[in-house]
């Protein structure tokens, strides 16, 4: 099956700053879904994003599927950003997410 | 619209009991799927279902049962819990022909003593 590497596994930062979190995978894939997994455990839909790029407010992310990767940009981080940042591609023609293992973003104040 | 709903929050189970973990939702999506989740790990799926009566195992399928009986409902079973199942088990569900984006359940945490 398809494999997910996330880098960096961990990241600290301090409140203001910006950070880039990368996500490698091994096959062709229909799209991707981002989720950021709060301290509470909730699984929170950021984007899904086939290809190019999207933002939503200091998050964006984009998409090379020709390159196999994503990257998910925070600007100015915030304490609430902390939690596990999960990248889940869904490849070929299946509709099963693949998870990474995540980045755990932990933004001091 | 609820969206995905999972019941119970938190349930303790002794080795060797069975129980149902529910999932419904409420936005007519024909996709349902069951992850779990172990400590410091993504997810990994279970068991899916791409309508209803059809179901199909995933990558961690061993030592649970589901069946999906209505477009909402997709149970998971449990029937003979093994320590090796305490996880936190995440329903998802997804449209068929909007797109294919994922929306999560609360989570379920699960601990078999």
């Known amino acids: 099956g398809i494999q997910v590497e996330q880098s960096p596994p961990d990241l600290i930062l301090q409140e203001g700053a910006n950070s880039t979190l990368r996500c490698n995978f091994s096959d062709s894939v229909n799209n991707l879904q981002w989720f950021h997994q709060n301290p509470w455990g909730q699984l929170i839909n950021l984007f899904y994003?086939?290809?190019g790029t999207k933002q939503n407010g200091r998050l964006s992310a984009t998409t090379v599927a020709t390159e196999r990767y994503s990257l998910l940009y925070i600007s100015s981080s915030q304490t609430t950003d902390s939690g596990v940042y999960f990248c889940a591609p869904i490849p070929g023609s299946a509709r099963q997410l693949t998870f990474g293992s995540g980045t755990q973003l932990t933004v001091l104040p | 619209n609820a969206g995905v709903t999972q019941t119970p929050k938190f349930q303790v189970l002794k080795t060797g009991q069975s129980m149902t973990l529910q999932c419904a939702q409420d936005m007519n999506h024909e996709y349902m799927s069951w992850y779990r989740q172990d400590p410091g790990m993504g997810l990994r799926l279970i068991h899916y279902s791409v309508g209803a009566g059809i179901t199909d195992q995933g990558e961690v399928p061993n030592g649970y049962n589901v069946s999906r009986s209505t477009t909402e409902d997709f149970p998971l079973r449990l029937l003979s819990a093994a320590p090796s199942q305490t996880s936190v088990y995440f329903c998802a569900s997804s449209s068929r022909t909007v797109s294919y984006e994922q929306y999560f359940g609360p989570g379920t945490r699960l601990t078999v003593t």
């Open positions: 994003i086939p290809s």
